[in-house]
């Protein structure tokens, strides 16, 4: 039997007995029959299931150690709800064999539904939402966005997406050059005012809930830079938005946090390069994410989504001359790329 239905097993053999203990602390009567079925997958190991039945519905998560650990799952949980943000209710836990029991946020992301139409009332509490987790305290021990973080994830990009999906490397004075751009980047991001980082709040992990919206993949949020998440919210891997009205949804993000309290910078020049610099660094890590998930994982789809960040990247360096040598650099990648093909 393959592993994963070994695990399936496992998964509905623990399952049966923490909906019993539910239905009987709520009053719900008798456990009704129902059949698990797949409710989504992401780029992790982890899978998620829906239980539905007579009018209720639930997910359960199964993340197989040691490839994850539900630990900050339900530690972050626990902190985002103390901002009153609506997360999945943690029903039942079992950290050990990797099985979560959770309520259900509904069946629509912000990502299937959202469009140029209705982007500004589903971006509006998405902010109000990152806005309150941004001024919680930070007195949960959380790892931080500190300079080997950054520069972890930024050396993605030479070790998958160049040398893997490339089949390329640098030599030493595109090395050099490099490690000029990561210096500057990570400098900006540690420049930054700290809060609660998300790190991957996008609509794709927004739910169309009430209230709205539901926030789902929350369990390796850090304390980092202010701009991280605001950022990813309107440059993710899904879809893109014209420049003109991200630099509105920043400029309105920015003038809610400095009444908010939230600590950004108080000149909003400065809050937009560093917003800009930070989703440099972010790209090119996602850039080497997706590499390394095609040519580790065998999940080739991703590499898809590249040619995006790529956009992104562009749209940065026609205004940040700072970064011409990361310009440089992209093209020379490209020619080489093509003279090996």
Known sequence: MPDQDVRLQRLLQWLEPQLRELFASKLWGEVPQAALQPASSDASFRR?????????????????????????????????????????????????????????LGRQTYLDVIDAGNADSLFSPAIDALLAYQQLPMDTPLPHYDDALLRRELQLF?????????GISFDATQQAAWERICALLVDSALAQPKVLVHRDYMPRNLMVSEPNPGVLDFQDAVYGPVTYDITSLFKDAFLSWPEARVRSWLEGYWQQARVAGVPVHGDLQDFLRASDLMGVQRHLKVIGIFARI???????????????FFTYIEAVLERRPELAELGELIDQLKRASEAVQ
Do not use: T
Not at 55 to 77: H, K, W, Y
């Open 294 to 308: 095609c040519h580790r994982d065998g999940k080739p789809r991703y590499l898809a989504d590249v040619p995006r």
């Open 158 to 166: 030479p070790d998958w997406y160049v040398a893997k999906a490339l």
């Open 48 to 104: 998620y299931f829906r239980w539905e039945a007579e009018g209720r519905s639930l997910i359960v998560m199964d993340a197989p150690p040691p490839q994850e650990n539900c630990r900050p799952f339900v530690d972050v949980a626990r902190l985002l709800a103390r901002a009153n943000l609506n997360v999945p209710y943690i029903h039942a836990a079992d950290l050990e064999q990797g099985f979560l029991l959770l309520s259900d």
